[in-house]
T-cell receptor
Framework: QKEVEQNSGPLSVPEGAIASLNCTYSDRGSQSFFWYRQYSGKSPELIMFIYSNGDKEDGRFTAQLNKASQYVSLLIRDSQPSDSATYLCAVSRAGTALIFGKGTTLSVSS | EAQVTQNPRYLITVTGKKLTVTCSQNMNHEYMSWYRQDPGLGLRQIYYSMNVEVTDKGDVPEGYKVSRKEKRNFPLILESPSPNQTSLYFC???FGGGSNNEQFFGPGTRLTVL
């Protein structure tokens, strides 16, 4: 059974702090890694994707991938109250379905 | 506008009354998928389709049917709904698997089965 594990949270950080969200996966053949953000009652929206080991930055967001440790993380710098949401980690290998984690709830207090 | 649409957005029905939730995408995506989302269980895949006339079971297919007669449409059918199918349903589409598997989600359908 391929699994994606996330700490459910809630993760609480003050405004302006760095939020660190973590995800581990069981399928060593996974090739693509995604972070989705989901506001309550809304559909998931893609924030970042990463395919190679290392860091990938996009604005305030940085995705980090370590395939040897089967670990992917998302850092949110200068966290804002509008970042309060559930963050879903998802992984896949070529030609197969995305496997989602259950999500981590982030709360940013002003 | 590129989008995935679902109808209806909200539905309250009774046990055993067949229903269909429609899903349509205008991005010429090959891959389409249905998920259900329940508190504490996350997003679970029901069925997916790699292309027209090609469908396969996801993690929780029991009680559901799908069809893919056209590339743009992927309806979800509940032949005899039961209360345990009360959930939030999402349709999603993408160009395919692997590196192209950025999935675009529809707005969701909140289904209540009494």
């Amino acid at each position: 059974q391929k699994e994606v594990e996330q700490n459910s949270g809630p993760l609480s950080v003050p405004e302006g702090a760095i939020a660190s969200l973590n995800c581990t996966y069981s399928d060593r053949g996974s090739q693509s890694f995604f972070w989705y953000r989901q506001y309550s009652g809304k559909s998931p929206e893609l924030i970042m994707f990463i395919y190679s080991n290392g860091d990938k930055e996009d604005g305030r967001f940085t995705a980090q991938l370590n395939k040897a440790s089967q670990y992917v993380s998302l850092l949110i710098r200068d966290s804002q109250p509008s970042d309060s949401a559930t963050y879903l980690c998802a992984v896949s290998r070529a030609g197969t379905a995305l496997i989602f984690g259950k999500g981590t709830t982030l709360s940013v207090s002003s | 506008e590129a989008q995935v649409t679902q109808n209806p957005r909200y539905l309250i029905t009774v046990t055993g009354k067949k229903l269909t939730v429609t899903c349509s995408q205008n991005m010429n995506h090959e891959y389409m998928s249905w998920y259900r989302q329940d508190p504490g269980l996350g997003l679970r895949q029901i069925y997916y389709s790699m292309n027209v006339e090609v469908t396969d079971k996801g993690d929780v297919p029991e009680g559901y049917k799908v069809s893919r007669k056209e590339k743009r449409n992927f309806p979800l059918i509940l032949e005899s709904p039961s209360p345990n199918q009360t959930s939030l349903y999402f349709c999603a589409s993408s160009f395919g698997g692997g590196s192209n598997n950025e999935q675009f989600f529809g707005p969701g359908t909140r289904l209540t089965v009494l």
